[in-house]
């Protein structure tokens, strides 16, 4: 089966401007979660969501937020880019909350802000 | 909010070697996975063991739940088990997965 798909891979903006990525989940997932991992701060949870729903989020600033569309598939956005928002950005799907070995990721977006 | 400690950081071993990485836990979980991130970043499952033991081919891994730690095994280490190993944990197993920072891990031919 196709596994988690995420897109772009690489993406280099400029400050002040906005980002959307994109998660595509393995079929039948209806849950997807993002991760923002750095070299400082490591692996950081910042938002969970099922059936279009946001369930959890992480303590990250209002400019990062997300949505999910009826097919499961999820975006996450950033606005107003600072330099420190340079990271890879991680999505996992699974079927629901704590499935038993149903946590994917995809192979990230690596975002560089200059 | 719940911590998890990885040790060691950082790991170095020549192929064939066994190995032992831990995972510490500040607070009882219902979730607690392992993963391997390539040098890709391609993060892969290895385990799901909120508790109890688990092998899967060269690798396992034990979760003692009640003292709050894991433990992932590698045996007879193979240049491609080079990474990072990360332990995530999920207190309220709502997919909201806390890690560690990682160990990683050098095999040497």
Redesign the interface.
Known sequence: KAGVTQTPRYLIKTRGQQVTLSCSPISGHR?V?W?Q?TPGQ????LF?Y?SETQ??K?NFPGRFSGRQFSNSRSEMNVSTLELGDSA?Y?C?S?IQ??A??G???G??T?LTVV | GIQVEQSPPDLILQEGANSTLRCNFSDSV??L?W?HQNP??????LF?IPSGTKQNGRLSATTVATERYSLLYISSSQTTDSGVY?C?V?RW??????????TRLTVKP
């Not at chain 1, 490591?42 to 949870?45: A, D, I, S």
């Not at chain 2, 890709?40 to 499952?45: K, P, R, T």
């Not at chain 2, 197993?93 to 990682?102: H, K, L, S, V, Y």
């Open positions: 849950s979660s991760y991992q490591g692996l950081q949870f969970e099922f369930r959890n992480g890879l991680l996992a699974s909350q704590g038993d070995g946590y994917t990721f192979s990230g690596r | 219902n979730n996975q993963f890709w970043g391609q993060l892969i499952n799901y990360f995530a999920d197993n709502n997919n909201d997965m806390r890690f560690g920072a990682g």
